[in-house]
T-cell receptor, first 114, second 113 residues
Framework: GESVGLHLPTLSVQEGDNSIINCAYS??????FIWYKQESGKGPQFIIDIRSNMDKRQGQRVTVLLNKTVKHLSLQIAATQPGDSAVYFCAENMGTSGTYKYIFGTGTRLKVLA | DAGVTQSPTHLIKTRGQQVTLRCSPKSGHDTVSWYQQALGQGPQFIFQYYEEEERQRGNFPDRFSGHQFPNYSSELNVNALLLGDSALYLC????????????FGPGTRLTVL
């Protein structure tokens, strides 16, 4: 299959441990953020989103934290599993006047060690 | 319920040629965006279509153009292909007026020789 993220930062974690993936965004006016997971040869898959009026949002095994002061976003994955191995991207909405223009970060490769 | 579909899966062209990629959005979605993803990088926004019009555009030359049809499907056209156009081209759709979340298709891998 395709190889995504050949030169991306890599986070290696033991199976069962928690993972934290970080992202810095660029526009203080961005009002909406999404985390995507991309497996080799596939398109990005939606994981979780958060609006700028929130600091934290939880999903199933995942939590997104937003720190608007330092323009920082993080994705926490609880009890990391082998199937979580992928490249993870954050995206911010930089559209204007209610439109949507998603700008992606550079991505982080997550490797889960058995 | 089918998700976002794209065709073809893979495509090989030579420099100077033209290419057309196709996207069918998820059922109920009327807004389509196109992205270019070079190897090892995040997706780069090309443009977005809604009501058959280009509504937002990223930093891509005019060689990149698109179209949206009344059934919301979309095409991405690239003229005068360059080696640097080799990438995975992704289509994403979202419902206008609904959730902000956009959903991606599997992409078309374009190789320019």
């Amino acid at each position: 299959g395709e190889s995504v993220g050949l030169h991306l930062p890599t986070l290696s974690v033991q199976e069962g441990d928690n993972s934290i993936i970080n992202c810095a965004y660029s526009n203080s006016a961005s009002d909406y953020f999404i985390w995507y997971k991309q497996e080799s040869g596939k398109g990005p898959q939606f994981i979780i989103d958060i609006r700028s009026n929130m600091d934290k949002r939880q999903g199933q095994r995942v939590t997104v934290l937003l720190n608007k002061t330092v323009k920082h976003l993080s994705l926490q994955i609880a009890a990391t599993q082998p199937g979580d191995s992928a490249v993870y991207f954050c995206a911010e909405n930089m559209g204007t006047s209610g439109t949507y223009k998603y700008i992606f970060g550079t991505g982080t490769r997550l490797k889960v060690l058995a | 319920d089918a998700g976002v579909t794209q065709s073809p899966t893979h495509l090989i062209k030579t420099r100077g040629q033209q290419v057309t990629l196709r996207c069918s959005p998820k059922s109920g979605h009327d807004t389509v965006s196109w992205y270019q993803q070079a190897l090892g990088q995040g997706p780069q926004f090309i443009f977005q279509y809604y009501e058959e019009e280009e509504r937002q555009r990223g930093n891509f030359p005019d060689r990149f153009s698109g179209h949206q049809f009344p059934n919301y499907s979309s095409e991405l056209n690239v003229n005068a292909l360059l080696l640097g156009d080799s990438a995975l081209y992704l289509c994403a759709s979202r419902p206008e007026g609904g959730t902000d979340t956009q959903y991606f298709g599997p992409g078309t891998r374009l190789t320019v020789l």
